[in-house]
C-alpha cells in the first residue's frame, strides 16, 4: 500500500455509484444491503460511504445511514438492515500480515474520519472479524447470530440435514394440501404477517415494507411465497430478498391460528430450493430469540457469529459543550 497516494473519498445519494455497486459484488463483505439502490430507499437517501483509496483502488467503504438532529450528528443501521460494513477489496493470495495491516491501515483512517459522530453502530459481515480498529478507536461490541446454508447446490444433501421433526412438519402441511404459491400481493403478505406480529410494532414497519418490496421489485430481487390451504385460507407469508450470491429470509410470519400446520416450515422449504435457481447463499437472517434460532438450527444451517459495533459520546460531548458555556459565562 502507497501511503503517499492513500486517501478518504465520501460518496453519498448524489454520487456516481456505479463503480461502488461493482466493488460492493465482488467483496467478500459485499451484500444487497450495501448497493446503492438499497441505501436510497432504507435510508431516506440520507447516507454517505466512506471510502479509502490506494492509488485510485478502493480498498475498503463504510456505508453509513447519516442522520442529523439539531447539533447530533450520528449514524445508525437502516431498517431490515443485517450488515453494512466494513466491505474491503478481496485479498487473493495474500498473507495474514499484510491481509491484517491494509485492514488496520484502511479501517483506523475511515474511523478517524467519522470520529465527530457522537453516536455510530454498524453491523458487520459475519466474513470480517478485525475489530481491532473499532476498539482502538473507542468502539463497543456486541456478537450477534445468523444461521446460513452455505451451498445451495444440492438440495438433495440440504433435505437430509433438516432435523426429522422438521422433515415431518413439511409433510404434514403437504398432507394437509398446503401449498405454496408466489405473489406479488403486497397487501395480502402484510394482513398475513400482521396475524403474528404486535400492532404497534407492525404499524410502524408497514410503509417501510411497502417501499422495500418497491424498489426490489425494480431490481427483480425479491420473492413473496404464501401458503395456503384446500379452503384458501393463507397460513403463512414469507418475503425474500435475493441477488446472485445470497437470497435472505427477509420477513416472516403468518396465522397464529394455523401455525399447527406446518405451513411456515413448507414455506421456507419451498423458497429454499426455489432460491437454489437464483443465489448460491440461502441466509435466515438469524435471531437472539430462542424459540426462533431453534427453526433456523432445525433446517441444518450453519451458525455464523458477526459483530456489532457502537461507539456512543453524547454524554461526553454536552459535558464538553458544557464545560465550552462555564468557561465563558462564569470564568473570569
Known amino acids: 500500500m502507497n501511503s503517499k497516494l492513500a486517501h478518504i473519498e465520501i460518496l453519498g445519494n448524489e454520487s456516481d455509484l456505479k463503480e461502488w455497486d461493482d466493488f460492493v459484488s465482488t467483496s ?54 443485517q450488515t453494512l460494513g466494513p466491505i474491503f477489496k478481496p485479498f487473493e493470495n495474500f498473507g495474514e500480515y499484510r491481509k491484517r495491516s491494509i485492514e488496520i491501515a484502511a479501517l483506523s483512517e475511515i474511523l478517524s474520519y467519522i470520529s465527530n459522530l457522537q453516536y ?58 398446503v401449498r405454496i404459491i408466489e405473489s406479488d400481493d403486497i397487501d395480502l403478505f402484510l394482513n398475513t404477517i400482521g396475524k403474528s406480529l404486535p400492532k404497534d410494532i407492525f404499524s410502524k414497519s408497514f410503509s417501510i415494507i411497502k417501499k422495500i418490496n418497491n424498489v426490489c421489485e425494480l431490481h427483480n430481487s425479491r420473492k413473496i411465497y404464501l401458503a395456503i390451504d384446500p379452503k384458501g385460507f393463507v397460513h403463512s407469508g414469507l418475503f425474500i430478498i435475493y441477488d446472485s450470491k445470497c437470497a435472505y429470509n427477509l420477513i416472516q410470519g403468518g396465522d397464529k391460528e394455523l401455525r399447527k400446520s406446518g405451513a411456515n416450515i413448507l414455506a421456507m422449504w419451498h423458497s429454499i430450493k426455489e432460491m437454489s435457481k437464483n443465489s448460491k447463499i440461502y441466509d435466515f437472517e438469524g435471531s437472539m430469540l430462542e424459540n426462533i434460532e431453534i427453526v433456523f438450527r432445525s433446517f441444518g444451517a450453519i451458525q455464523k457469529p458477526f459483530y456489532s459495533v457502537t461507539r456512543n459520546t453524547v454524554e461526553n460531548y454536552f459535558f464538553d459543550i458544557l464545560k465550552i458555556y462555564a468557561k465563558i459565562f462564569f470564568i473570569k
Open 28 to 81: 467478500p463483505q459485499g451484500t444487497i444491503f450495501a448497493k446503492s439502490w438499497w441505501l436510497r430507499c432504507v435510508c431516506d437517501e440520507n447516507f454517505i460511504i466512506v471510502l479509502f483509496r490506494d492509488d485510485g483502488e478502493i480498498i475498503c467503504g463504510l456505508p453509513m445511514q447519516f442522520n442529523k438532529k439539531k447539533i447530533l450528528k450520528f449514524s445508525i443501521m437502516p431498517k431490515y438492515t
Open 120 to 177: 455510530i453502530k454498524t453491523n458487520c459481515h459475519y466474513t470480517f472479524s478485525n475489530i481491532l480498529p473499532f476498539h482502538w478507536n473507542g468502539y463497543n461490541s456486541n456478537v450477534r447470530y445468523t444461521y446460513v446454508i452455505d451451498d445451495l447446490s444440492n438440495l438433495n444433501n440440504i433435505f437430509i440435514n433438516i432435523t426429522p421433526k422438521y422433515r415431518n412438519k413439511i409433510l404434514k402441511a403437504e398432507n394437509l394440501g
